[in-house]
């Protein structure tokens, strides 16, 4: 894929916030740096443990039918959508010495970690009664959730105004969201086979990891919160709202690539798993290992497409690395199974068969990054463009359209692995629609959604913004 240059633009002095105009100095623009990089590693860790676990703890542990499963997480994306506009509303009009997001990532970091704890936890009963408790375990941990995430994404809109700096802000968040993502996966490996207990451990594991790092990442942040650029709109009913986001035609086309891509990521994520033990026949021991190399490869993908969209524009970046994506994504339909008589490792065609499907893996990942970055580099364009400069509203709506993608996908993936027949107590013993449904999910839908995000962002106003210091 080539790119257009982008045209050159004179430099442009760097402003750190509409009440700070001057340069950041080195230690300053460092501290600032690792500190959003810590605010998100807490919860990458627990979304990562959340994408790839909970599907098959539901299914697996708690004993719940996939379609059922899939219905708490859709449930669960119906109140995301009410309750993320709410707190985008009221972290924009909060008045506080420390600004107004960090008092509401302090406040919900300690109850935000218990709720965690709690997420792993097998009720009693048959399957309404612990559909029920699910529910409401999740509805709170959610909420909190929320408190926490949201007012943290939209500072990397209004800490600075330089393009390149809210690039660097976000790749920095999001490769300690993916390294934290990796350590949850090793730790998920080494606890998931002890199954209830396993899975309770690891959330006390992630709720501590939450609360430590997200109250860190206030500290460090709290001398750049004070001064940072503020939304001077009035307060506005929803309808207005609606009709704000809708009206700007930038943020409308960044919505839609993030929900076209999460929706692609977070179809594969759980069904990763099933993928591996249940088409590729990988032994059970195996399974969460092999996906560490797609967080390594995601996390070289980050400052990959960092440099990438620093030299070539942020859209040539996101061209790039979702070809590299839909590559990875014809492979997993087309890879040859390896034979469950043997060992991964212990014949030539197992090897063979192994060695393409960590490939398939490496390249899924250096594209699948570009879902993290590409989006919310591009949403800060989108906030600018309009006037009173909201940037706790339109981060709500982004992460409305996130979670809805996530809820919408799971509980198309429950409702369709139990169509085909897919049973979590026979194994490897599935119908053959069954894999053919596993092997549609992993490669030709999010192969369709990530072109469908292509057109969406056709004609992009890049105009050389990805040159500013």
Known sequence: MTCPPSPKSPPVTPDFTAARSE???????????????????????????????????????????????????????????????????????????????????????????????????????????KFTVLVAIQLVAMGLYTCVNLPYSALASEL?????????????????????????????????????????????VSGLTLTLFTLLCCWGLAPFARNCQRPTGQPEPIRR???????????????????????????????SLIFLAVVMRLPESWSTWILIPFQLSALAGLQLWSRVAGRHGRVCALRWGTGLWIAGCVGATLLVPLDAAAAPLASLSNGISLGLLVLTIVVTGLGASTAYLIPWALLPDAVDADPDKPAGLYTAWMVVAQKLGIGVAVFALGNGLSLSGYEAAQGLLQPASALTTIRVCMGLIPALLIVAGLVVMRRWPEKGLHRQP
């Open 23 to 129: 340069p950041l100095g080195t230690a300053a623009r460092r501290r600032l740096l690792w500190s959003y990089g810590l605010g998100d590693i807490g919860t990458g860790m627990a979304a990562t443990q959340l994408g790839f676990y909970l599907f098959v703890f539901y299914t697996g542990v708690v004993g719940l039918p996939a379609w059922m499963a899939g219905l708490v997480l859709m449930v669960l994306k119906v109140w995301d959508g009410i309750n993320d506009p709410l707190v985008g509303w009221l972290s924009d009009h909060t008045k506080h010495p420390w600004g107004p997001r960090l008092p509401w990532m302090a406040g919900s970091a300690i109850p935000l970690g218990l709720a965690l704890v709690a997420m792993w936890w097998v009720p009693p009963g048959g399957d309404w009664q």
């Open 241 to 271: 709202q609606l009709r704000r986001v809708a009206g700007n035609p930038r943020f409308v086309k960044v919505l839609g690539l993030y929900l076209l891509l999460w929706c692609a990521l977070q179809l594969m994520q759980p069904v």
């Open 160 to 204: 600075t105004s330089s393009t390149q700096l809210r690039t660097q802000l976000n790749a920095g968040r999001f490769t300690g969201s993916i390294l934290a993502g990796l350590a949850g996966l090793v730790l998920g490996a080494l606890l998931v086979g002890q199954g209830a207990s396993g899975y309770q451990r690891m959330g006390w």
